[in-house]
T-cell receptor, first 110, second 113 residues
């Protein structure tokens, strides 16, 4: 059974800091890994998707890496802003099944 | 650009009542999913459908039924609601294979009293 873990559960940083969110998974036979953002009371917004054959993906200030063999992914956020405050979720896909981590709640203080 | 649309957005049920949550997507996706989200537990998969006419159980299927009515629509039914089913329910859809992203609806906040 695929298990997905995100560390830390919560993170508070001052504005302008670079930060790393972690995601680990137990079954390396994944199709892809997707990072989402969720604002309070809202749905999930897709940030980045990494295919199993890729090592990283970048979008603006976000960079996600994938190391399948070790079962790890990181989401790097550069020059954090208060608007980045949200919960960040990773999800791994095996076939038609997607499994989620519990998320990291990020607070960026002005 | 509707994407994934869920109805209703909010619902309060009494224990033992039944209801159906509706989900529709306009992206011609093959796969659709129902998740529930509880505090501190992340999203847990209830059921998924890889294509029209097929459905499969996820992690927490007990107490739920689903129906893939056509390619666009995937409904979730609670036959006899229980307080333990108080949660936020999300529907999602995705294409096949490695390349395509999953997209989510805005959620249905369900309270069973």
């Amino acid at each position: 059974k695929q298990e997905v873990t995100q560390i830390p559960a919560a993170l508070s940083v001052p504005e302008g800091e670079n930060l790393v969110l972690n995601c680990s998974f137990t079954d390396s036979a994944i199709y892809n890994l997707q990072w989402f953002r969720q604002d309070p009371g809202k749905g999930l917004t897709s940030l980045l998707l990494i295919q199993s054959s890729q090592r990283e993906q970048t979008s603006g200030r976000l960079n996600a890496s994938l190391d399948k063999s070790s079962g790890r992914s990181t989401l790097y956020i550069a020059a954090s802003q208060p608007g980045d405050s949200a919960t960040y979720l990773c999800a791994v896909r095996l076939g038609n099944d997607m499994r989620f981590g519990a998320g990291t709640r990020l607070t960026v203080k002005p | 650009n509707a994407g994934v649309t869920q109805t209703p957005k909010f619902q309060v049920l009494k224990t033992g009542q039944s209801m159906t949550l509706q989900c529709a997507q306009d992206m011609n996706h093959n796969s659709m999913y129902w998740y529930r989200q509880d505090p501190g537990m992340g999203l847990r998969l209830i059921y998924y459908s890889a294509s029209e006419g097929t459905t499969d159980k996820g992690e927490v299927p007990n107490g739920y039924n689903v129906s893939r009515l056509n390619k666009r629509e995937f409904s979730l039914r609670l036959e006899s609601a229980a307080p333990s089913q108080t949660s936020v329910y999300f529907c999602a859809s995705s294409g096949r294979g490695q390349l395509l992203e999953a997209f989510f609806g805005q959620g249905t906040r369900l309270t069973v009293v």
